[in-house]
């Protein structure tokens, strides 16, 4: 399917590839219209100009947007109807919607069902766009018909039929849905572009939808989700299998899942993956298992993983009731995986985070920027808080390995300047002493180095991180200055924002004087008790936002004791080329599928501080999500410019998880610091909207605000940016003066939502 772009409305319109389409969506030019409309849309809004001024301008500057032609291309590059090679796809406006994102969220989960390959915010604001592949056969005053009754759409344009209609291009975060593969798919569809109107009654487009439905499955058997079904039967037989062995694993996996799937081959194919396998073969195979004969019991194997999976259900239920941290993804990154794999289940989510730190030491003269335009390195700071005894050793031995080739350096480095030393010493006053040797790089420091050294580690570092373990968290002192001194928070702060510049200044000769730029990251254990208390003095003074968190939870007594894997050299061997690919890499790179994300969990943790009013969360959520993306982009460049829903879905676990901590450990004593509560009177941030029924007054929501302890911000301004934000709508005004008996109800939207 060929659809077209252009730079402009009066520019030649050429094929259009996923490389111009992303350029397009990216181009700061389109960014930067895009808000000019946005202006001008508040300012009709508070009465400053005219809605004739307003859609005049707008009109103006969609004009300067470039144009995608997602009807056709054209021949000679003349957008015009008798030129038109249909492409197969179509438009579907959905305008004047006050909320467009909660609009698509009410109707995303059928976006495979109708076809649709992407959905963006129109550029005023208040419109939906929808592009979708055209049922075989239709043409587009059909499908326009079509998509409006599976819609419920009765005020649709039914004029929509002009092959040479554009669409004016959006910025990424207007973007709600994509399907790069479905919009720019080879597939042919079959269509219709001459028929005569009234060919086909108007009323008979309702009658057909049922001619286009793809069947639609249970998504669980026996309350197990499927998705669940298939990771856990995979892991029973062994694990993803090696190229030469797909072919054999899934015909198993299919002759398995027929027994939960009704032996409908079309079912299992919709849920279990391909594992790389061209997937005529795959659902070759997937055909094959449902066509052998099928004996009435169940198999082993099969019961076996139903019960395992169960079991995980109810672990993680008690989990979630005994407020545990988020549990980790079953799909990691390849890197991850293998850093993990000889760690027992119960440290697994504290070493997935314990890494990254190291991970990022390999990385030099290497920027990542994020979604402000701001450009980073990969400055990542974990601090592991958990019980005495709890297994905190537990990180060491992956750290280890990732640092073997800092370790090697370091040692060849370290016998240069001990010799260069042995010289100065002997030499005494000598004026032949020889200058301090170049290339000294020595990255890993010791826990306890001093704030001279560390300062001329620094400088010798030819812009490379430096790195150090420390046991405890209190090992950082021994960079301060002066007993009253905050320098270890203070470099703590410093080495996480970009280019910031650390040193001293010494007047003797033999003294270390230096001004450089800090690159340092670290990992550091404690006890919770002892870590809360170590930052109590600077808790609204930037370092706890700054730090990746992480933590073991406890284990029952008389549990088991953990078993490690073996660390040998078959382990180093499969680390080896993620370590070389951190060493190459250099220059500004970027990743479209990791800055996406980060728009994504930006406006998420918005929308949960929203819905608690927490506003501690809010802020310590800026930094989390550049921690989150810092470690995205390192998954990248290890993956060798590789990006895979299992970073997606890692890294989104990792921000969470990460928050998880910094609000059980920190939360309630930020707040007490900064509105001066009584510790205990807040349990920390929840969804405010969930805890109301679907219906309350606003007298309920302020009961409900002083119950929770929350003292900043105001009733009206929650329940107005609900109201703005599309959580709640006025359903009743309060009868004469008692404004406390509005009645307010959750949208369908957000029930949808949050309510399941």
Known sequence: MSFGIAKDIRSEVRVCTPELLNAALDAPHVARICAEIEDALEKCRRGEITKEEYETMKANLKKKLPILTFHATFKNGRRKNDDAVPSGLSIYDLDHIEYPQAKWDSMKERASELGIVLAHISPSLEGLRLVFVMPQGMSLAEAQAWMASQLGDEQYDACVKDFARCSFAVPRGYVLFLDEEGLFSNDRVEMINDREEGEHPENNYHLSPINYHLKEYPTTYESIPYELLVETLEEQMGGEPEHGSRNNFIFSMACHLRYVCNDDATWIAQILPTYGEAKDKWMGSIKSACNRHQTKQMPRIMKRTLGICK??????????????????????????????????????????????????????????????????????????????????????????????????????????????????????????????????????????????????????????????????????????????????????????????????????????????????????????????????????????????????????????????????????????????????????????????????????????????????????????????????????????????????????????????????????????????????????????????????????????????????????????????????????????????????????????????
């Open 311 to 756: 079991e995980r259900m109810e672990a993680e239920s008690q989990e979630n009731g005994t407020n545990q941290p988020p549990p980790m993804p079953r799909r990691l990154p390849p890197l991850i995986k293998l850093l993990v794999s000889r760690t027992p289940k119960i440290y697994q989510p504290a070493v997935a985070h314990a890494v990254f730190p190291a991970l990022g030491a390999h990385l030099w003269k290497t920027y990542f920027r994020y979604i402000d335009n701001v450009e980073h390195e990969a400055t990542l700071m974990c601090c592991l808080m958990a019980g005495t005894g709890a297994g905190k050793n537990c990180i060491s031995e992956p750290i280890n390995h990732i640092l073997k080739d800092i370790r090697q350096q370091d040692k060849d480095n370290l016998e240069r300047e001990k010799e260069w030393k042995k010289e100065m010493q002997t030499k005494g006053a000598n004026k032949d002493k020889r200058q301090r040797p170049d290339g000294l790089v020595i990255q890993e420091i010791d826990p306890d180095v001093t704030n001279a050294a560390f300062v001329q580690r620094l400088e010798d570092a030819e812009e490379r991180f430096l790195y150090a373990k420390m046991n405890e968290i209190d090992q950082f002192d021994a960079l301060k200055t002066s007993a009253r001194s905050k320098a270890h928070f203070q470099i703590m702060c410093l080495a996480f924002d970009p280019g910031n510049v650390y040193g001293q200044t010494r007047v003797g000769t033999g003294s270390v004087s230096a001004r450089v730029c800090i690159r340092f990251n670290w990992n550091a254990s404690t006890t919770i008790r002892k870590g809360q208390a170590y930052f109590r003095s600077v808790l609204t003074d930037g370092p706890i936002s700054r730090i990746n968190f992480c933590t073991i939870p406890e284990q029952p007594i008389g549990a088991d004791m953990p078993i490690y894997g073996t660390y040998d050299a078959a382990f180093d061997e499969e680390l080896r080329p993620y370590i070389e690919r951190l060493n190459k890499a250099r220059g500004l790179i970027e990743c479209r599928g990791a800055k996406m994300l980060a728009k994504k969990l930006k406006e998420e943790n918005a929308e949960f501080a929203r819905l608690s009013q927490s506003r501690v969360y809010e802020n310590l959520s800026f930094r989390a999500n550049v921690i989150a993306y810092l470690k995205a982009m390192v998954l990248f460049v290890a993956h060798g410019g590789v990006w895979d829903k299992t970073m997606e879905d890692f890294v989104r676990w990792s921000l969470q998880y990460d928050m998880w901590c910094k609000m059980k450990f920190f939360g309630e004593a930020i707040e007490n610091e900064e509105c001066g509560m009584q510790e205990g009177t807040r349990k920390g941030p929840q969804n405010l909207l969930e805890l109301l029924p679907d219906a309350f007054t606003r007298e309920e929501a302020g009961r409900l605000r002083q119950r929770m302890g929350i003292r900043r911000g105001s009733l009206k301004l929650m329940l107005s940016n609900w109201k703005h934000r599309g959580y709640i709508e006025l359903e009743k005004e309060s009868p004469g003066d008692d404004i406390g008996q509005q009645i307010f109800r959750k949208t369908e939207a957000y029930l949808k939502k949050y309510s399941g």
